[in-house]
């Protein structure tokens, strides 16, 4: 960057006729430096020192340019993080790793087209997708199944992909049975957000439509707070698939009629009720978490910043229609307000019944049918809206997007569990999987990985969870160290065991 610089200055500086030169015009020149560096150079300066070496400046003026040039071309890490997560594991040889040469039996209906960046192709059923690749880190060959922990079930999986930590034992005994504990470990989100500075009148994480499994009536593990305890759970705010552009947010809305003094008056109220309670409570680490989380709530139940960061309703409708008119596309335009309204983490959870199974891209039947007139066309416009937002608004930058599922599908077209009824599935393939990192310091325009020639298996060094969370954390300048936590008893425990960072930032 400064050989180019000082390329440009010296034309400025040589140009017009050698024997009657124009003054050139410094301040456009210094406008060239960054401010740190142009801070480093004054006007006097500049002029008093042309013709004296390179561009009039001593040795230690200019290594002091180049440094401040090396500082502002640095990135920095990320402030905030969206997580879209396609619960119920997409195709991903039908969408983002096609394999056109592979055979009918494999390759299916779909058919690639090129991208915004040569060499990248996707489904042809994502063209808004394929005009943002420049922006997007495509990251192939994530597996989970292929390292012997993975069981090809939603339960463990889920939890494997959201907090980057293996299943423990008893996923593998109790399977979809196996429940939420507070001694899990905690979700990337939570994570996430109790190292990032927060702000006090914004939730640290929010999670929106639902919770994962909650369509189905069961509940994944990994999408909590776990061992960091309820501090750092995600704030819902939930949706309906019946009612897109409706979302509940009830420790935001006051009741009817009710004015601020009136909180105002509750509040004292439960302060006394408080008092009183700390009096006959011994458990004094029980009654702080209280405190906290009822502080919290009222200071967003009271905060004007609060309700417009949620309040979706106020975006012109020519934008709430370009991300779709559906729970999930309306999920992530939230997403996009809260994050520019300054939330370090809000995590989008698909959902939706599909024909077979009823999780969100669970295609055990009719998969090309579904991702064509469903699925495909929903993602495609949020997430190709979301990117360009986010870069029209100068946010790309600081906000890191991961779009990952719990697992892929089979490579082989057709559901033994359907017995052959219906219009063919894919069913869940935890052996190779793909991931989509944008903004936040990723390069665009790359892949990172690969599989074999059927998208059964990753070729080369395979992509494992921990190493996209690993990745998060990076992105977001959480350093090493900040992955150590202290339970209650005074012990410490890594939240994160393993893991290396993907070479896309």
Known sequence: MFQTHQSQLVTMLHSGDNQQREQ?????????????????????????????????????????????MADSSRKKPAKSCIMIFLFGGPSHIDTWDMKPDAPLECRGEFHPIETATPGIQLCEHLPKTARVMEDVALVRGVTIGGHGVGNGDHHADTY?????????????????????????????GSIAASRCQTDPELPGIVQCPALSGEVSKVINPG????????????MMARGVLEKPRDFSLPDFALPTGMQTSRVESRRRLLDEIDDFRRAVDRNRTLIDRVDTLHQRAYSLLTSDRTRQ????????????????????????????????????????????????????WDTHSDNFGQLKNMLLPAFDACYSSLLTDLKDRGLLDETLVIVNAEMGRTPKVGDPRTGGRGTPGRDHWDHCMSALLAGGGVRGGQIYGSSDTIGGYPTGKPVLPEDLARTVYHAMGIADDQLEHRQGDGRPVRLLTDGDVIPVL
């Open 309 to 360: 960061a949620f309040d979706i309703a106020s975006e012109p409708e020519a934008v709430r229609a370009r991300y779709g008119e559906d729970i999930n596309g309306q999920s992530v335009l939230m997403a996009r307000r809260l994050v520019e309204a300054g939330v370090p983490f809000v995590a989008v959870h698909w959902i939706g019944r599909i024909v077979g199974a009823g999780l969100s």
């Open 160 to 188: 494997y992909m959201l907090t980057g930590n293996r299943p423990d034992r008893d996923f593998f005994i109790s399977g979809i049975f196996r429940k939420p504990y507070p001694d899990d470990f905690p979700f990337i």
């Open 24 to 68: 050139p015009d410094i301040s456009g020149i210094l406008r060239m430096l960054p401010s740190s560096a142009a801070n480093l150079v004054s006007r006097r300066q500049f002029v008093r020192g042309l013709g004296f070496g390179m561009l009039g400046l001593e040795l230690p003026q200019l290594l002091q340019i180049q440094r401040a």
């Open 223 to 234: 999408q909590f707070a776990g061992k960091l305890g309820p501090n750092w759970e995600p």
